[in-house]
């Protein structure tokens, strides 16, 4: 009697299984952004295609956690260091490097894995109704669609509304060679007006002329009705992609940029000023903890509009100081000069070697409170 009794009271007993995190809440508009650089490299680190798109799939996966807004692949000039010294011990005899050179011609995870790398972070990030328009079959995306989804904000279910969308520029019926119904103005003029899809069954138009396949962002009218089709598509606005994040507060995903050394990461900086809080990390640098000796992380770091977080490869940022002609023309050795703090993500590490991808999440979740504390709202 007293065990049935037990039971019964378990079942009457309510679990809270939800998931707050499930429905994305912007608590207002967001100025500063978050920018993490790595090196390309670390992909020939990985032995076969479907190691290298899943090592590919942990970045991507803890810049969407961390709400990155920027990820920089660099050069550091040791993937091909790398690949030279695989095909010379993991092959018998020249016949089978033939082999393997022309089995993966197309494929660039072996010949660049520079590319590699942002092929697939800005595959994965691109709303998955979106990516049949932007990304045509390719060799490097075989292994993509097992790989966990993202899950963005910016990566809507039908049901979710939001007053910004992304979505991906059409033709429009005419320039299809479709038939008219015959109310015509569901027609859009090509020459003053671009239809968007946007994933729903209403389209969308903007009164700009934008060529067909190109991604944009808009923002729609108040309670748009996109779920169910009308004959006339609602008229939105383009706008920047940084809007959401600026105007509202949400988290847009992340854009991807390739530069071709460390200094680059500088150099072609797109933000206005460059980045104005820079980390470098190793496992030489200071403790990550002396950010908070003697004071809050909020006095220690500056207030910022753009943080940098820089990554390197297998032999450390050392050798991409090395590696970069830039660099040794300005008389730069040491990667220390490059920025405001030089940091050990993880003091007092158990395994003789942390790999690239442990240390971007390492990282990002040590310097998560700097960025929101300290970075710049409006």
Not at 170 to 189: A, H, P
Not at 354 to 366: C, D, F, H, P, Q
Request: some cysteine.
């Amino acid at each position: 009697m007293k065990r049935k009794f037990e039971t019964s009271h378990l079942q009457e007993r309510e679990v809270d299984t939800s998931k707050p995190s499930a429905v994305y809440e912007p608590l207002g508009g967001r100025s500063y952004t978050l920018s993490i650089a790595l090196p390309g490299s670390i992909i020939a680190n990985a032995l076969t295609p479907e190691l290298k798109t899943l090592l590919a799939s942990q970045i991507a996966r803890a810049a969407a956690v961390f709400c990155v807004d920027e990820v920089v692949v660099f050069g550091d000039g040791q993937a091909e260091q790398q690949e030279n010294h695989r095909r010379q011990y993991s092959f018998k005899n020249q016949q089978n490097r033939q082999n393997r050179q022309n089995q993966h011609d197309a494929f660039t995870g072996f010949s660049d894995p520079n590319f590699f790398l942002t092929h697939i972070l800005s595959y994965l990030e691109t709303p998955p109704f979106l990516r049949k328009h932007l990304f045509p079959m390719h060799p490097d995306l075989k292994y993509a669609g097992i790989l966990p989804s993202l899950d963005m904000p910016h990566h809507f279910r039908p049901h979710e509304w939001c007053p910004y969308r992304e979505g991906v520029t059409v033709k429009s019926e005419n320039e299809q060679g479709k038939s008219y119904k015959k109310r015509n103005s569901r027609t859009v003029d090509s020459k003053t007006q671009t239809l968007i899809d946007v994933g729903l069954p209403q389209k969308v138009s903007i009164p700009v002329t934008i060529p067909p396949d190109t991604r944009v962002t808009i923002m729609l009218p108040e309670e748009a009705d996109l779920t169910t089709e009308h004959e006339d598509p609602v008229t939105a606005t383009a706008v920047a992609p940084s809007a959401p994040r600026e105007e509202a507060g949400y988290y847009w995903g992340y854009s991807v940029r390739l530069a071709s050394s460390l200094s680059a990461i500088f150099t072609e900086c797109e933000y206005d000023g460059g980045y104005d809080v820079t980390f470098g990390t190793s496992e030489r640098g200071a403790p990550i903890f002396s950010l908070d000796e003697g004071d809050s992380v909020k006095s220690r770091v500056p207030e910022f509009s753009h943080m940098l977080i820089v990554f390197g490869g297998i032999g450390g940022l050392e050798l991409a100081v090395k590696a970069d002609s830039e660099l040794s023309q300005m008389g730069v050795e040491e990667p220390t000069k490059l920025f405001d703090y030089w940091v050990n993500v993880c003091p007092g590490q158990g395994s003789r070697t942390i790999r690239t991808e442990e240390a971007v999440w390492l990282g990002l979740m040590s310097l998560r409170e700097v960025a929101i504390k300290r970075g710049k709202k409006q």
